[in-house]
Nanobody, 128 residues
Framework: QLQLVESGGGLVQPGGSLRLSCAAS????????IGWFRQAPGKEREGVSC????????YYADSVKGRFTISRDNAKNTVYLQMNSLKPEDTAVYYC?????????????????????WGQGTQVTVSS
């Protein structure tokens, strides 16, 4: 069974940083694109950043470009999301997902196929 476990969330002041981790078990991340999504209270889930399985291509939502960086360490079967210059509007539950999409842009904008896998989420709160 494919499992994804997020960690690294927490409470941080505006302007601060956090690094989220998405660890996979039961499968090898090498063959999957991984995406980070977030859902704030009362809002729909949105794609934040996605990274391909093959050439390392990435996609970022406009709202996080220049502040967030996605990376993967296949040896550790883990994908990371480095979040800098955090803003209160970044407050949300962050989820990682694994899929085999046509492109990372499609994955982040459209979402993942029902065959894909989701983690349980980690809360990020940006507040003074």
């Amino acid at each position: 069974q494919l499992q994804l476990v997020e960690s690294g969330g927490g409470l941080v002041q505006p302007g601060g940083s956090l690094r989220l981790s998405c660890a996979a078990s039961g499968f090898t991340l090498d063959y999957y694109a991984i995406g980070w999504f977030r859902q704030a209270p009362g809002k729909e889930r949105e794609g934040v950043s996605c990274i391909s399985s093959s050439d390392g291509s990435t996609y970022y939502a406009d709202s996080v470009k220049g502040r967030f960086t996605i990376s993967r360490d296949n040896a550790k079967n883990t994908v990371y999301l480095q979040m800098n210059s955090l803003k209160p509007e970044d407050t949300a539950v962050y989820y990682c997902a694994a899929d085999r999409p046509s492109s990372v842009q499609a994955m982040c904008i459209i979402g993942i196929h029902p065959r894909g896998s989701w983690g349980q989420g980690t809360q990020v709160t940006v507040s003074s």
